[in-house]
C-alpha cells in the first residue's frame, strides 16, 4: 500500500489550491484528508466513501474544501478555496477500512505529507 500526497505550496488568504493523493495497492478503499498545524496536533479534514457517494468535512472547511476522488487515476483530491492563514499545515491522506472515519485511529495507511502555508 502506497500513498502518495501532492499539490502542496504557498499561497495568499483567499487563494486556492488542490491537493492530490495517488494511491496504488487498495481497493474499494475509504479515503480522508487530515493535517496537522504548526505546534498542533493531526486534525480530521475530510472524508470519502468508497464509492463517492458520501462525504464528510469538518465544520471548519465546509463550504471551502472538498473532498473527490478518481478511482481510474486512483487519486483523491481535496480541493481547498477560500484559504485561510489558520489552514496552513502540512496536510495528510490517509486510507480506512471504516466509512467515513474521522479520526487518526481508524487509519491505517497514510501518505507522507504535504506542506500548505497560506500567507496574509
Known amino acids: 500500500v502506497q500513498l502518495q500526497a501532492s499539490g502542496g505550496g504557498l499561497v495568499q488568504a483567499g487563494g486556492s489550491l488542490r491537493l492530490s493523493c495517488l494511491v496504488s495497492g487498495l481497493s474499494k478503499y475509504n479515503m480522508g484528508w487530515f493535517r496537522r498545524p504548526p505546534g498542533k496536533e493531526r486534525e480530521f479534514v475530510a472524508a470519502?466513501?468508497?464509492?463517492?457517494?458520501?462525504?464528510y468535512s469538518t465544520d471548519s472547511v465546509k463550504g471551502r474544501f472538498t473532498i473527490s476522488r478518481d478511482d481510474a487515476k486512483r487519486t483523491v483530491y481535496l480541493q481547498m478555496n477560500s484559504l485561510k492563514p489558520e489552514d496552513t499545515a502540512v496536510y495528510y491522506c490517509?486510507?480506512?477500512?471504516?466509512?467515513?472515519?474521522?479520526?487518526?485511529?481508524?487509519?491505517?495507511?497514510w501518505g507522507q505529507g504535504t506542506l500548505v502555508t497560506v500567507s496574509s
Open positions: 470519502i466513501n468508497w464509492s463517492a457517494s458520501s462525504t
Open positions: 490517509a486510507a480506512s477500512a471504516s466509512y467515513l472515519a474521522t479520526t487518526t485511529s481508524q487509519y491505517s495507511a
